[in-house]
């Protein structure tokens, strides 16, 4: 089945600085990448998601990339605002195998302001 | 659309006790997971339910976990006995899978303890 692997972990950065959390997925037949925003205390939440036929997708601040040759994918957050600091996730499916999303482990980013 | 609605959000009981906890998903959404997010294991998905119907229940912990949708707008996950392990934040998600995006919209959860 399928695996996604997140990483860093933790992220501590400066407020206006760039933030990048990177993952990997196992299986070459997923095709559509999302990623999750987690607040304290509330569920996940949808903020960018990327389908397999695309390369890079951008939304204001935050955009996302995708390799599919070397199977990842990265979420890029620039001038981070305090209202950034969250968990959180990327996810990996396959739209052929019903509607399962795998998610990886999470990354708490801090924003110090 | 008040999003999707999870009750109790907080639930405490003793072990062996049974718990029960409440989805109603987004009217019109077609499927329905329901997850288990602990600091060891992460989000997991338990189950999962389009229309109505159980497709993968392969995330269930063990027999002791149970879940049902008896009609479109309302699922419960129960769990009995209950054991300490079960301990965790439960969250239902709901979506429409449209055009092959898989967006999935998560309620706010139930923490659940069993002392």
């Known amino acids: 089945g399928e695996n996604v692997e997140q990483h860093p972990s933790t992220l501590s950065v400066q407020e206006g600085d760039s933030a990048v959390i990177k993952c990997t997925y196992s299986?070459?037949?997923?095709?559509?990448f999302p990623w999750y925003k987690q607040e304290l205390g509330k569920g996940p939440q949808l903020i960018i998601d990327?389908?397999?036929?695309?390369g890079e997708k951008k939304d204001q601040r935050i955009a996302v990339t995708l390799n599919k040759t070397a199977k990842h994918f990265s979420l890029h957050i620039t001038e981070t605002q305090p209202e950034d600091s969250a968990v959180y996730f990327c996810?990996?499916?396959?739209?052929?195998?019903?509607?399962?999303?795998?998610f990886g482990a999470g990354t708490i980013l801090r924003v110090k302001s | 659309d008040a999003g999707v609605i999870q009750s109790p959000r907080h639930e405490v009981t003793e072990m062996g006790q049974e718990v029960t906890l409440r989805c109603k998903p987004i009217?019109?959404?077609?499927?329905l997971f329901w997850y288990r997010q602990t600091m060891m294991r992460g989000l997991e998905l338990l189950i999962y339910?389009?229309?109505?119907?159980?497709?993968?229940d392969s995330g269930m912990p063990e027999d002791r976990f149970s879940a049902k949708m008896p009609n479109a707008s309302f699922s419960t996950l129960k769990i009995q006995p209950s054991e300490p392990r079960d301990s965790a934040v439960y969250f239902c998600?709901?979506?429409?899978?449209?055009?092959?995006?898989?967006?999935?919209?998560f309620g706010p959860g139930t923490r659940l303890t069993v002392l």
């Open positions: 996810a990996a499916s396959i739209s052929s195998g019903g509607n399962k999303l795998v």
């Open positions: 299986d070459s037949a997923s095709n559509y």
């Open positions: 990327i389908r397999s036929n695309v």
């Open positions: 009217s019109g959404h077609d499927y």
């Open positions: 339910f389009n229309n109505n119907v159980p497709i993968d």
């Open positions: 998600a709901s979506n429409l899978r449209v055009g092959g995006r898989n967006e999935q919209f």
